[in-house]
């Protein structure tokens, strides 16, 4: 978005149908970032739901004696 301005300015205008609406390119980009995040997410759980069993025991955390 900025790069397509000659990074002269931040604020990209963002067309919306027949509106131009000034958009401050980091928000959007941040947007759009956290959309695929949540998109992605849910897909990956879609595919496969069970997650890591944790084999962690209480004897694991402590310190070894010599």
Same mark, same amino acid.
């Given at each position: 978005?900025? &790069?397509?301005?000659?990074?002269?300015t931040s @604020?990209? !205008?963002?067309? +919306?149908?027949?509106?131009?609406? !000034?958009?401050? %390119?980091?928000?959007?980009?941040?947007?759009?970032?956290? &959309?695929?995040? +949540? #998109?992605? =997410?849910?897909?990956?759980?879609? @595919?496969? !739901? #069970?997650? %890591?069993?944790?084999? =962690?025991?209480? %004897?694991?955390?402590?310190? &070894?004696? !010599?």
């Amino acid at each position: 978005m900025v &790069a397509s301005l000659g990074f002269s300015t931040s @604020v990209f !205008p963002l067309q +919306v149908g027949e509106l131009s609406v !000034p958009c401050y %390119a980091a928000l959007a980009s941040l947007i759009v970032n956290l &959309a695929v995040t +949540v #998109a992605v =997410t849910w897909l990956l759980n879609i @595919v496969h !739901p #069970a997650r %890591a069993r944790d084999d =962690t025991i209480e %004897a694991d955390y402590r310190e &070894a004696t !010599p």
